[in-house]
């Protein structure tokens, strides 16, 4: 058999999907469609092995329901408006975002993405993804912002969105406020310290890890029920070094055995200190800019770590500490850069969310859920939502926030004629006392625009680009059949898509989200910057794209995989194996019409049941997105019945025989692999595409395997198909047999003759018995009390 050139044969179908438009979106089409609200990759690199992985997963699927379905809406975005992609733009061109107005960066950033895109994408098609890369979007090109702009306005319009001046989560690194799925926890050492505050000249002792904040003290809480110090309430207590006076107030939140019972409320140390101060009505004392340094009193300027080691040291020389100790603590960090965040106080836009959580977790519920426990993941998250989606980020880069304000306190919304809009470019007057308002300078959080992407790529291919409040109307509809997406965004992408498609339509955005699992090496995730990261690239540079994607097909939704290079080989050996059984089948159908014989013979039928049986079981299997179920039955059934078994049965038969017993051999020779072929399909396009355009095309006609229907069970004259004991009394003796000769060390092929034990013979001979002396070679067949096998 002549070598293989998986990569040759690889380059050639990918090409000629192209050229061919395989995998186009046929707006005339009628059939239901199967439509995708596909994950934007951002394009700041090349395709990691996480996304080959995830991706992957979600084509089999795809490609599965474009073969049963007919109709399939696969979209391909890429999700450019994030840091990420402004680091990459900054690094390509060399220049600094902040130096440049954003309209001119965003200008630069399409063009750069114009060029760099088509890089990328390469990655994505040599995997095999089966996307109509022609439905393109950006998630930061001028159709994504108008959508993204358009959906401020109308929430504003609706009143979901508010402006309020509040502490939010903020990041004194990134230096902007950052939203709570943002967040991270991270464990860490901090020295817990137990500080010397005064209460009618006594010490009042109160344990802190942020002695820094001393200065922005407001109160100090005690639990009602705390008899040591009833008597303390109402007084006031002395703060520490700095000499000022907060009162001694009761809160049952306070619990009585944690520290010394006592408890310093600043503004702000966490969240506790929000909601508390918020509820006691305290004046805040705000010592916290926004670059994360202390901006009053002897330790203006420093930073909070700098500030903290400074204080604690003018405690210790003022006597002020009573004890230290090192603890180990969770600390809430910003999830793209590591710092702990703070609270400050700023203005900021908000979407309401909170008032929705019974909504949400029942929008979660009508949405199906693959695997199951991922629904678990959203609701605990609505669940613990504590504060409402803070949409503005103090950024340079990203979708602007389309609004201008008047001195007067009138906002102003721009027409959606204009959109998309920078209000830092564009003036406006206010529409109440006519003066110039101010525009907007931040930016909206890049999930604010992601969370539309069922929006956005509707309305790409729809008529009309007013897609998110009429969208019965159209061609692709929403909700959506399917989002595909990994688990560590649920919080964020699928949640906040969720949220936008409630609030703008009272829809679910999709009736399906498939969630994918994390690719491990050695059991440990993988992390790229560590120097673990294996190279996609390199692997189907060795191994073919088909392998990659077997070796990807190798777990369930929403589980974990290893990398592991002895999978790829089973793929490639499987790749072999295939392309050498078709040669085998085609070498003897050289005189095939294509016709079905009247008869079949017994043992034909037989196995064609059996085809049909897996037909069922891998239907059934991608219908409920278990793939890898869908993979395992199909490998199984290709070596085990197909190769080691009905390939041997009738190797003899079409070597010999002429007339109506090699035409049924022929018969379903053709359908059974034909049958495998299209099994396999959605896991390995590249080389079932390579065997089906050599050898079935001109039967076929259909110009793509990827294209042809996957088969429905009514494809048989079902009356043909029986003898389903007969057919596993065969294998189990042939099977005996073979162990019997490998016992007596003989090759497989040798010549024997056979006791069959009288049980076995009954079944088998009217019609089985010819059969089974040609696959063992056997020169006479008896029937007998004991099975035997004589050389
Ligand atoms: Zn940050
Ligand atoms: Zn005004």
Same mark, same amino acid.
């Given at each position: 058999m002549p070598k293989i050139d998986i990569k040759l044969i690889e380059e050639k179908w990918k090409k000629y999907w192209e050229k061919e438009k395989i995998y186009k979106f046929d707006v005339k089409n009628n059939k239901k469609i199967y439509s995708v609200d596909t994950p934007p990759p951002s394009i700041s690199g090349r395709m990691h092995i996480g996304h080959a992985f995830s991706y992957a997963q979600q084509d089999f699927i795809i490609r599965f329901r474009r073969m049963f379905d007919g109709n399939v809406f696969y979209p391909f975005g890429t999700d450019d408006n994030g840091l990420p992609t402004e680091r990459f733009i900054e690094k390509i061109n060399n220049v600094k975002s902040k130096n440049m107005s954003r309209a001119d960066f965003i200008a630069l950033c399409l063009k750069t993405l114009k060029k760099e895109t088509p890089e990328s994408i390469k990655d994505f098609k040599a995997l095999?993804?089966?996307?109509?890369?022609?439905?393109?979007y950006s998630t930061i090109d001028k159709h994504s912002q108008k959508i993204s702009q358009k959906s401020f306005i109308d929430l504003f319009k609706k009143k979901e969105i508010y402006t309020k001046r509040f502490p939010t989560l903020w990041c004194s690194e990134c230096q902007t406020s950052i939203a709570q799925a943002e967040l991270?926890?991270?464990?860490?050492?901090?020295?817990?310290?137990?500080?010397?505050?005064?209460?009618?000249?006594?010490d009042l002792l109160i344990s802190t890890t942020r002695p820094e904040l001393l200065g922005a003290c407001v109160a100090v809480f005690v639990n009602p029920e705390d008899k040591r110090y009833k008597n303390l309430v109402g007084k006031k207590a002395k703060v520490p070094l700095l000499d000022f006076e907060v009162p001694i107030l009761v809160d049952k939140s306070v619990e009585i055995d944690k520290g010394t019972g006592v408890l310093m409320v600043c503004s702000y140390g966490d969240k506790y200190d929000v909601d508390a101060i918020n509820k006691h009505k305290l004046n805040p004392k705000i010592i916290l800019d926004k670059d994360g340094t202390l901006n009053s009193g002897k330790y203006k300027g420093l930073k909070i770590k700098e500030a903290r080691k400074k204080i604690l040291e003018d405690l210790e020389k003022a006597g002020l500490i009573k004890e230290k100790k090192q603890?180990?603590?969770v600390v809430n960090v910003h999830d793209k850069c590591g710092t702990a965040i703070e609270f400050l106080e700023t203005d900021q836009w908000f979407i309401k969310i909170l008032d929705k959580k019974k909504k949400l977790i029942e929008q979660g519920k009508k949405i199906k859920w693959y695997p199951e426990f991922m629904y678990k993941r959203y609701e605990n998250w609505v669940k613990g939502l504590e504060w409402d989606w803070s949409i503005s980020r103090e950024r340079h880069f990203g979708v602007p926030i389309p609004i201008w304000k008047c001195e007067c306190g009138e906002f102003i919304l721009p027409d959606e004629k204009e959109l998309p809009v920078d209000p830092l470019q564009t003036k406006k007057k206010c529409v109440k006392c006519g003066k110039n308002a101010k525009g907007e300078s931040r930016v909206l959080d890049t999930w604010a625009t992601s969370s539309m992407t069922p929006q956005i790529v509707a309305s790409l291919v729809n008529s009309s680009h007013d897609s998110f409040d009429k969208s019965n109307a159209l061609k692709v509809k929403i909700p959506f059949s399917l989002r595909p997406q990994a688990h560590d965004i649920i919080r964020t992408w699928a949640f906040y898509t969720i949220a936008k498609s409630l609030m703008h339509g009272n829809k679910i955005p999709w009736e399906n989200i498939v969630v994918s699992g994390f690719v491990k090496l050695d059991g440990k995730k993988m992390s790229k910057s560590k120097g673990t990261g294996v190279d996609p690239q390199k692997a189907i540079e060795e191994y073919g794209a088909d392998a990659l994607r077997f070796w990807a097909a190798g777990s369930k939704l929403g589980n974990d995989l290893d990398y592991q290079e002895k999978d790829l080989i089973t793929g490639k050996k499987i790749i072999n194996k295939l392309t050498n059984a078709s040669n085998f089948v085609f070498m003897n159908l050289k005189d095939y019409d294509g016709k079905k014989p009247k008869k079949l013979e017994a043992i034909d039928s037989a196995f064609l049941n059996r085809v049909l049986e897996l037909v069922k079981k891998v239907t059934k299997y991608f219908l409920d997105y278990e793939y890898s179920k869908a993979k395992f039955e199909t490998e199984n059934f290709f070596w085990k019945i197909f190769c080691d078994n009905y390939l041997e049965i009738v190797k003899k038969r079409v070597y010999v025989e002429t007339g109506d017993k090699r035409k049924s051999a022929q018969y379903v020779l053709y359908q059974s692999l034909l049958v495998i072929l299209k099994m396999f399909a959605?896991?390995?396009?590249f080389i079932t595409e390579e065997?089906?355009?050599? @050898?079935?095309?001109? /039967?076929?006609?259909?110009?793509?395997? @990827?294209?042809?229907? /996957?088969?429905k069970v009514g494809i048989w004259n079902l009356e043909d198909l029986k003898y389903h004991i007969e057919f596993d009394v065969f294998l189990k003796v042939v099977s005996k047999i073979r162990a019997e000769k490998t016992k007596a060390q003989k090759p497989m092929n040798a010549e024997c003759s056979i006791d069959l034990h009288e049980g076995d013979y009954m079944l088998l001979k009217n019609k089985f018995l010819d059969d089974l002396k040609n696959v063992t070679n056997a020169k006479e067949?008896?029937?007998?009390?004991?099975?035997k096998v004589k050389f």
């Open positions: 095999g993804i089966s996307a109509d890369f022609s439905v393109y991270e926890d991270k464990k860490g050492e901090s020295l817990f310290s137990t500080l010397k505050f005064k209460c009618n000249g006594k603890i180990e603590h959605p896991i390995m396009p065997i089906y355009q050599e @050898h079935f095309k001109k /039967f076929e006609k259909t110009k793509s395997i @990827h294209l042809t229907e /996957f088969p067949i008896k029937e007998a009390k004991v099975f």
